[in-house]
């Protein structure tokens, strides 16, 4: 089987080593993984393309730092328009116009009975943004929901692997950067050992 994994950064890449696989630093941001994430499919043909980073947890969910997620939902939260009532996204957006009208994106290849958690997340270029709809997301990051739409355009195996490295707080400036993705790395070769046997 052959896999390609997709660190958003460097920095998130620093400790994984195997033999076999793919592995491709996508940049940050929704441009850049769409752009990334289009060429690994074309470019290596994977089996399966997996996305693996760190991400803010938001103060209600149920996860705390260090904590690794499969990702089974990606929204594109800042997708949208703000009006006299606040912000709106797009998707609900009451506009006289014919367009795609998308919200959440599934990714449908989570494997049955996996052990690991599983997260609903939301993707921000504009990361702890304090206008956009949290009630129904764990999780935020800059990159998953360009990786998805992309792979579901494209009809692409894919999982997206995060580690969680802070709270989704403008006030609290602590993270565990090295603390999250070394628990990142070390369950993305648990995952590997799943998919490969």
């Known amino acids: 089987m052959k896999i390609a994994v997709l660190f958003p950064t460097q920095t998130e890449a620093s400790l994984f080593q195997r033999e076999g696989i793919i592995t491709i630093v996508s940049g940050v941001g929704l441009t850049a993984t769409a752009h990334a994430t289009l060429r690994a499919i074309y470019e290596y043909e994977p089996d399966m393309l997996i996305m693996a980073g760190i991400a803010g947890a938001y103060p209600h969910s149920s996860f705390k730092v260090g904590d690794v997620a499969l990702v089974e939902s ?14 709106t996204h797009l998707a609900h957006l009451p506009i006289d116009m014919e367009f795609e009208r998308r919200h959440t994106l599934s990714c449908p290849f989570i494997p049955a009975g996996t052990e690991f958690a599983r997260a609903r997340s939301m993707s921000l270029n ?13 999780l935020e990051n800059m990159e998953g929901a360009a990786f998805f739409y992309t792979c579901l355009q494209e009809e692409q195996p894919f999982l997206e692997l995060r580690a969680i490295s802070n709270f989704v707080n403008v006030d609290n ?25």
């Not at 594109?76 to 912000?87: A, H, N, Q, S, V």
């Not at 504009?126 to 009630?135: G, P, S």
């Not at 565990?176 to 590997?192: F, N, P, V």
């Open 74 to 87: 990606e929204v594109e939260g800042d997708l949208g328009f703000f009006t006299p009532d606040g912000f």
């Open 126 to 138: 504009a990361a702890m943004a304090h206008y956009v709809d949290t009630e129904f997301v764990d």
């Open 173 to 197: 400036d602590e993270w565990d950067m090295q603390g999250s993705i070394k628990a990142m790395t070390a369950a993305l070769h648990h995952l590997l050992d799943d998919i490969q046997h």
